[in-house]
């Protein structure tokens, strides 16, 4: 392959599909329905399925049943109406010399969609009716359509090609197929940006290979290779634009050079700290357990972040309880060490006021220097920013963080808005990341740059409790780096979970009974409503008043839900921490982060309504303390799915491993659902099929990036990354 001569992806994307023989307005309108414009866009729709000829199965063989494809011939077609008013449409579908009858009900369009003459693929269960076998609403492709577009004989191999077609565009596979054929016919030989050595050492074909053989594949066997080199370029694309937008970060940042000191980690309970101590090495002597290993190593990387002038981009991953939280304050105090100030975002308000308690609790006792009071020196002074702030109060704090009163803030949204100023704003924590985007990374990171009298960019950290499997967190934040807390704390005994049937729940009852007769505490969560928060807030009320008459009669029940005043929340949540009731009936506002070691039973209704990882946070609810904790699932699921996501629970407490039952439950839509901008790349990558693809095209990503800073140099790359980028993020990234 001469590369001089070879043709830019780029290139087939300005080359409008009108330029293709036979392709004239009609069909270049329908295919715009599809959003396929130009070449470029035909050669990346895939098709979606295969059908070996040699291998189909013979309508005059087929087993009643059993599902199967067949490939026939439209025979003949009539419509009419069945006795009690529905539409019925017949189809004597012909393949050699065999026929078979097929039914749709309901579906009178397929009338028009199959006409006699027209070629399709049937999938469904023969049967039998009056004797003879028919097949009763297959799913159809149409291949070749009955206005008998022109047919190249040379095109009928063994293999076709599937294409998703267009009923409502009256586009057939059939007829996709040949205008990709064409299209690969005109680009021929297609420019590879990797070099046969990199081929031969990441065992991938090449480019024009690939693309030839996913649409026209001589065997099967021959699309493997192909869709593995077409996965290989979708992340490698991907994670190209991550790096670059980290490169660009960095180039762009004026960071902190924090001045820590790594030997402090290793500070233990019971320590002799003295005078002039770092806070991190007095916390660390205070505290009321030793670091686990992993907490360690991560503080470890974390503070060779700091350390450096390039601002810390860094996500922590760990299970919940494995302890995040105290590893961002280790971090947090760090910052205060040298001079500035620490922030701590956090999506909910209940969230944000419990680490205003638990942080209070643990930075009690550390003070820090302060010329402006008398001696020298005042106690830590940790404030919170919420949106249900009174004006004064708000004020106040506000000028705290702008004087360097405040040394460390907790917030939520509220955090961003503009009049937050601070002096010398060192580190941001943000919890739970899911649930913020990058551009409101962005305007935190910003508070460090404009709206800090120091100017600086803060080194960020970003928290999440809702593990996600290695590959999609490489998808989702490959611009972050990754630290996971793989630890838990000694001590901890597993939560002993189990699904109990609507029957089989006085159970769990019991439990939180003995449990509150023991000491302890309960949570009880109620079934999620779908609506509004209003109306579940109602059901909780309910749910509150049936076990106060009820099951937990006698016991001291509060509530909790998202309807209910900052205050009053806060209230209830105090009094649950301290003990004054024993049983806390929730919403899901529980979800995150709530800390009581106390409370050792969970019990969750209708379950099977939760996602496996919202369950899992809510049961991480329990077992943060010293005795055996126990979760009770209740409820029937009436779905294979919500039978999964229970059954998921009781089988494991790993929320690594939870993460990609679920990534494989639902699909990895959802996960990558908000995250895309621009054009959506990934059209045959999988995040649990190709890891192996991801972590090759990520490594050689880095080393590219790393080489040629910007990709200077790499035109063609560039031009080709464009297309799937939007040009704002375009000019960012590639900005001289
Ligand atoms: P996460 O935020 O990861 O869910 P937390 O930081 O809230 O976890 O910690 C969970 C619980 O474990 C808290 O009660 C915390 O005080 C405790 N904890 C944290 N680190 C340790 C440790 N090294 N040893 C024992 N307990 C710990
Ligand atoms: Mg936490």
Redesign the pocket.
């Known amino acids: 392959m001469s590369e001089t001569s070879a043709r830019q992806l780029r290139a087939l994307a300005d080359v409008p599909v009108t330029k293709l023989a036979h392709l004239g307005e009609k069909r270049a309108k329908a295919l715009a329905q599809m959003d396929i414009r130009s070449v470029f866009d035909l050669l990346t729709t895939y098709p979606r399925r295969y059908v070996d000829r040699s291998k189909q199965v013979d309508l005059s063989d087929l087993t009643v049943g059993e599902d199967v494809a067949i490939y026939g011939e439209v025979q003949s077609t009539s419509s009419r109406q069945t006795k009690n008013g529905k539409s019925l449409v017949e189809v004597v579908v012909r393949d050699g010399d065999a026929t078979l009858r097929i039914v749709f009900f309901n579906q009178a369009w397929r009338d028009r969609q199959l006409a006699v003459g027209t070629q399709a693929l049937f999938f469904g269960t023969p049967t039998i009716f009056n004797g003879r076998q028919q097949m009763t609403n297959p799913v159809v492709d149409v291949v070749v359509g009955a206005s008998g577009e022109e047919r190249d004989p040379s095109r009928v191999g063994r293999i076709v090609s599937i294409y998703p077609a267009s009923g409502k565009a009256g586009l057939t596979s059939w007829e996709m197929g040949g205008f990709v054929e064409e299209s690969l016919r005109r680009a021929g030989d297609l420019a590879d940006f990797l070099s046969v050595e990199q081929r031969q050492r990441l065992n991938l074909v090449d480019r024009s290979t690939a693309y030839r053989s996913i649409h026209t594949p001589h065997e099967l066997v021959d699309v493997v290779p192909a869709r593995r080199r077409l996965v290989f370029d979708e992340f490698l694309r991907l994670q190209i634009i991550l790096a670059l937008r980290r490169q660009r970060l960095e180039v762009d940042a004026a960071g902190v050079a924090h001045s820590v000191n790594e030997a402090d980690l290793d500070a233990t309970p019971g320590a002799i700290t003295g005078e002039g101590d770092s806070l991190v090495r007095r916390f660390l002597a205070g505290h ?5 290993g992993a ?1 360690r190593r991560s503080l470890g990387e974390i503070f060779s972040d700091l350390a450096s002038v390039r601002p810390m981009h860094r996500l922590l991953q ?1 299970d ?7 590893v961002a304050l280790a971090a947090m105090l760090a910052a205060l060490d040298g001079g500035r100030q620490a922030a701590l975002m956090a999506p909910t308000e209940v969230l944000a006021e419990q680490h205003l308690v638990s942080l209070r609790r643990d930075v009690e006792g550390l003070v820090r220097a302060d010329s402006k009071v008398l001696g020298g020196e005042r106690p830590l002074n940790v404030q919170l920013v919420t949106g249900r702030m009174k004006v004064a109060e708000r004020r106040r704090v506000l000028q705290g963080l702008e004087n360097g009163q405040v040394d460390i803030v907790v917030g939520t949204h509220a955090l961003l808005t503009d009049d937050v100023r601070f002096r010398a704003l060192g580190l941001v924590v943000i919890d739970e990341q899911h649930r913020f985007g990058v551009e409101q990374r962005a305007v935190l990171r910003d508070k460090g740059r404009r709206h800090s009298a120091e100017g600086r960019d803060p080194d960020l950290l970003v928290m999440t ?1 809702t593990p996600i499997p290695r590959t999609a967190a490489l998808v989702l934040f490959g611009d972050l780096d990754l630290t996971i ?1 793989d630890e838990m ?2 001590g901890r005994i597993p939560i002993a979970t189990r699904h109990l049937a609507t029957s089989e729940q006085e159970t769990a009852w019991r439990a939180v009974r003995e449990a509150v007769a023991a000491g302890n505490r309960a949570f009880v969560v109620c079934p999620l409503v779908e609506g509004s928060e209003k109306i579940e807030a109602t059901s909780a009320v309910a749910e509150r008043d049936r076990l106060e008459a009820g099951e937990l009669k006698g016991l001291r029940i509060g509530l909790l839900h998202g309807q209910m005043k900052s205050a009053d929340k806060e209230y209830v949540m105090e009094a649950f921490r301290a003990g004054i009731l024993d049983v806390l009936v929730a919403t899901t506002v529980i979800e995150v ?1 709530v ?1 009581v ?1 106390e409370a050792t039973v969970m019990v969750i209704e209708d379950a099977w309504r939760f996602g496996i990882a919202q369950l899992h946070q809510l049961r ?1 609810r329990v077992g ?1 303390g010293a005795d055996a904790s126990a979760c009770y699932l209740l409820g029937d699921p009436p779905t294979p799915d919500g039978i999964t996501r229970v059954e998921a629970l009781e089988a494991s407490t790993d929320g690594f491993y939870l993460a990609e039952v679920d990534l494989d439950l639902r699909g990895e839509g959802t996960l990558m659902g908000a995250r895309q901008r621009g054009r959506s790349d990934l059209r045959l990558a999988s995040l649990l099929r190709d890891a192996e693809i991801l972590a090759l095209a990520h490594d050689l990503a880095g080393e590219l990036v790393a080489a040629a800073p910007f990709l200077v140099g790499h035109e063609d790359l560039i031009e080709e990354l464009r297309l799937f980028i939007d040009d704002e993020d375009a000019d960012f990234l590639f900005k001289s």
């Open positions: 009321r357990f030793h670091l686990t907490q760990g919940v309880g494995s302890g995040k939280t105290t409790a807390l704390p000694r982060g800390d070691p991480g943060r």
